[in-house]
């Protein structure tokens, strides 16, 4: 079984950076065999795709919203997926959460990911 612990949220302000991490475990994981990507939910709203890689690939993918903003990277060695969040927005606030799933081209379809970490608050007050 995949387990998915994040880490690294907070409170920043508008125009801040955070870095929120993902690890993977369980028997046999690796980054490689699945796709990892960062969803949010914000209160109220369904829980959206903001990025995915595919790291044996190398694809990613990145919501409209958060391009030229995010930077998804995974390390094989830790195998962690990081997602790098630069000026951040109030409309950013949200419960992100890591998933492991097949591919970064379905990072849109939530249904399709199959393992979640518990998540990480990510709050940029306006």
């Known amino acids: 079984e995949v387990q998915l612990v994040e880490s690294g949220g907070g409170l920043v302000q508008a125009g801040g950076s955070l870095r929120i991490s993902c690890v993977g475990s369980?028997?046999?994981?690796?980054?490689?065999?699945?796709?990892i990507g960062w969803f949010r939910q914000a209160p109220g709203k369904e829980r959206e795709g903001v990025s995915c890689?595919?790291?044996?690939?190398?694809?990613?993918y990145y919501a409209d919203s958060v391009k030229g903003r995010f930077t998804i990277s995974s390390d094989k060695t830790k195998n962690t997926v990081s997602l790098q969040m630069n000026n951040l927005k109030p409309e950013d606030t949200a419960v992100y959460y890591c998933?492991?799933?097949?591919?970064?081209?379905?990072?849109?379809?939530?249904?399709?990911?199959?393992?979640w970490g518990q998540g990480t608050q990510v709050f940029v007050p306006s």
């Open positions: 998933g492991a799933g097949p591919d970064a081209d379905v990072c849109r379809i939530v249904a399709l990911w199959g393992y």
């Open positions: 890689i595919s790291s044996r690939y190398g694809r990613t």
């Open positions: 369980g028997s046999g994981f690796s980054v490689d065999d699945y796709a």
